[in-house]
């Protein structure tokens, strides 16, 4: 890897971590297009608690690993929910990084003759 | 503001369903994978994760499309005109486990379904229209941006309508499939623009600074120009022809 993609790779993952750390705080809290959808017909409580009505949200289950650490792109433990969104944020950035381009780094096709 | 969950919760689509969605998902991730390997070289690979990184990373900023329904970009087309079909859809699906499996996001049961629409369907309809749509738009950072924003309104309504094909095979709840279909394609239609004002921007933006890490400029070039008649007799003659 040159030194130019390198420059060039941190400069994109700065982005994204900004992107992820901060603006993600000014995202729109509205369903999205999907999310609206399944919940079309359905009454809800301030809670989000189907009261009554029917949608595809009725039958819902929950996530199975709802009880994570990070579920909800938060951090279980911190009540600053600014602070929680965005190092939720910067660490799946990172972890997305890692993972992504450790695998796509391994697979890669060797040019033969380089090591 | 608490980023809520985006992708198919467990329950909406049965567990059958979801499981042979599971298997097709598997099979196609498989197939991109034997695909990929042509096209990663030591500047794809870590682009690749780069791009991965970014599309988590907008996947969060949701943006408002209508009173009450907010909308986010699924990262397809722009995965597409960045690092190619084949990687592509591997950056998108990298995406969704992290997000099924760290963030509680996506319901793991439903892991194939939401794999299925937006890493396969919505990245192939991308890519259709990037390569059909570069045979006839200038190679340049606006044509670049022109076809990832067309690109991305359709690809995104096709995913939406992959869920809509699943809830047709398996919904759990007995609503009008026209009705799902049409408020499902009208809202993504919407979400399709903001994905595509968001691509075109970001795929400008990398055509300006490093055109030569944009796999739609390197590698989706028009068919060789068909070789002149006489050398193209002459050759078959060297080789083929009676001697």
């Not at chain 1, 989000?48 to 199975?64: L, Y």
């Not at chain 2, 499981?19 to 991730?29: E, Q, R, S």
């Not at chain 2, 499309?65 to 995965?79: N, Y």
């Amino acid at each position: 890897m040159t030194r130019r993609l390198g420059w060039f790779l941190a400069g994109g993952l700065l982005v994204a971590l900004l992107l992820a750390g901060v603006v993600s705080n000014f995202a729109s809290g509205s369903p999205d297009g999907l999310d609206a959808t399944a919940r079309q017909g359905c009454t809800f409580d301030s809670h989000g608690e189907i009261t009554g009505g029917d949608c595809m949200a009725r039958r819902e289950q929950d996530h199975q690993l709802a009880d994570g650490p990070l579920a909800g792109y938060g951090i279980r433990g911190i009540d600053n929910p600014y602070l929680s969104t965005g190092l939720a944020g910067v660490l799946g950035v990172l972890v997305t990084f890692a993972v992504g381009g450790g695998v796509f780094w391994l697979a890669r096709r060797r040019s033969p003759g380089k090591v | 503001m608490d980023v809520e969950a985006m992708h198919i919760a467990n329950g909406i689509v049965n567990g059958t369903v979801s499981a042979v969605f599971a298997a097709f998902a598997a099979l196609a991730l498989a197939f991109c994978a034997w695909r990929a390997r042509a096209d990663l070289d030591d500047r794809l690979a870590p682009m690749a994760g780069l791009v991965a990184a970014f599309i988590f990373a907008v996947q969060m900023l949701n943006f408002q499309v209508l009173p009450g329904v907010s909308g986010h970009l699924l990262g397809g087309t722009l995965a597409v005109v960045l690092v190619g079909p084949w990687v592509g859809a591997l950056c998108v699906s990298t995406v969704l486990i992290i997000q099924c499996l760290l963030f509680a996001d996506g319901g793991l049961t439903a892991l194939g379904l939401n794999i299925t629409n937006m890493a396969i369907i919505g990245t192939a309809a991308g890519y259709l229209l990037v390569a059909g749509l570069l045979r006839v738009l200038p190679k340049t950072p606006s044509g670049l941006g022109a076809t990832a924003l067309v690109a991305s309104v359709v690809g995104v309504v096709a995913a939406s309508q992959g869920f809509v094909f699943e809830y047709w095979l398996g919904g759990t709840t007995q609503l009008s499939l026209p009705w799902v279909s049409g408020t499902m394609a009208g809202t993504h239609v919407l979400i399709g623009i903001g994905e595509g004002l968001i691509a075109a921007t970001t795929v400008a933006t990398v055509a300006r600074v490093r055109p030569d890490l944009v796999y739609a400029l390197r590698r989706f070039r028009k068919p060789p120009a068909p070789v002149p008649a006489t050398t193209a007799a002459a050759s078959a003659t060297v080789s083929g022809g009676p001697a």
